[in-house]
């Protein structure tokens, strides 16, 4: 049996494991949380080195991209150094290929409309989401800015984000990871912020634990399109009104898993990781797989 771990700098709250089958081979997938801890993740990620199939991190993106251009985090980086056997993986290969096809499917499919507005929490951390978006005709409102930085002035187009993060990544990259993205205890704080734009949104899309911490009590008739979601977060968005749920990783024992676990699966089957930014033996699995979005009825219209 192979075996994926993904070490999060979140919180152990939401640790989980299952067992799943992917091409033939069976898969033990666990999610180990450190509580925001960056050293216990480096001992961890040391500790399971040359014992598991692949590593995912969780909690953290070691790359973030604008285009074809990729950026390192400073301290991702930190994390993918503690292991010298396995390799060490952080989704967003997925979100450059399994996300970019879920969202060209939802508009095929008439989920996603042209005109239709999206309130995305970051464009570099999900480049393939917001160009396919734009290639879809989809209406952006950009939250790097917000989400990241808390400076509350949203973007409309991936030109304004690419000419924006050409400045500002280099930077961003090498702050603590901690000023960037809630991590520890502080993914289970929920702090309402930029309500206007939840409200304006058709869609909310992004990282699950940017949308928890700051959406508003109200999400009537929204579609949340995003994964890694508990059973208990979909009961929560059913609560404020979601018609729609959207994930792009397989639900397994009641959870979406995130994408860098299940980039650990493809890393494992591959025996390596992909190659960026295209990553073309991904989109071979993809079409093996079958893997398209995983929509869930919320609340009837």
Excluded: C
């Excluded at 590593?55 to 994390?79: E, N, Q, T």
């Excluded at 209406?139 to 509350?152: E, V």
């Excluded at 399109?225 to 208990?232: G, I, R, S, V, W």
Aim: a neutral charge; charged letters at 25%; proline letters at 5%.
């Amino acid at each position: 049996m192979k075996h994926v771990v993904s070490v999060s700098l979140g919180s152990s709250k939401r640790d989980s494991s299952a067992q799943a089958t992917f091409l033939g081979e069976e898969f033990l997938l666990e999610r180990i949380g450190t509580d925001g801890d960056m050293d216990k993740a480096v001992d961890k990620i040391s500790q399971l080195d040359g014992k598991v199939d692949a590593i995912g991190l969780g909690g953290i993106d070691l790359y973030l991209w604008l285009g074809k251009s990729r950026y390192v985090i400073r301290d991702a980086k930190k994390l993918k150094q503690a292991a010298k056997i396995t390799p060490v993986v952080d989704g967003s290969g997925l979100k450059h290929t399994l996300e970019r096809r879920v969202v060209r499917e939802l508009f095929d499919k008439g989920i996603f409309k042209p005109g239709m507005t999206f309130f995305v929490t970051s464009g570099v951390d999900r480049w393939g989401m917001v160009e396919a978006i734009s290639q879809g005709g989809g209406k952006l409102i950009i939250g790097d800015l917000m989400f990241a930085l808390n400076i509350p002035m949203p973007l409309h187009s991936i030109s304004s984000l690419k000419n924006l993060g050409s400045l500002v990544l280099p930077i961003a990259a090498n702050l603590p990871f901690t000023m960037l993205y809630p991590t520890g205890s502080k993914q289970l704080e929920h702090t309402p912020k930029f309500e206007q734009y939840f409200k304006q949104a058709d869609v909310v899309a992004g990282d699950y634990l940017y949308i928890d911490k700051y959406m508003p009590d109200n999400l009537e008739g929204k579609i949340i399109l995003t994964n890694t979601t508990t059973a208990e977060n979909v009961e929560e968005l059913k609560k404020r009104g979601v018609s729609l749920l959207v994930t792009t990783t397989p639900v397994l024992n009641g959870r979406s898993f995130g994408t860098n676990v299940l980039e650990g699966v493809f890393t494992a089957l591959l025996g390596k990781p992909g190659t960026p930014p295209d990553y073309p033996e991904y989109q071979n699995i993809i079409d093996e797989l079958k893997l398209g979005p995983t929509i869930r009825v919320l609340n009837e219209d």
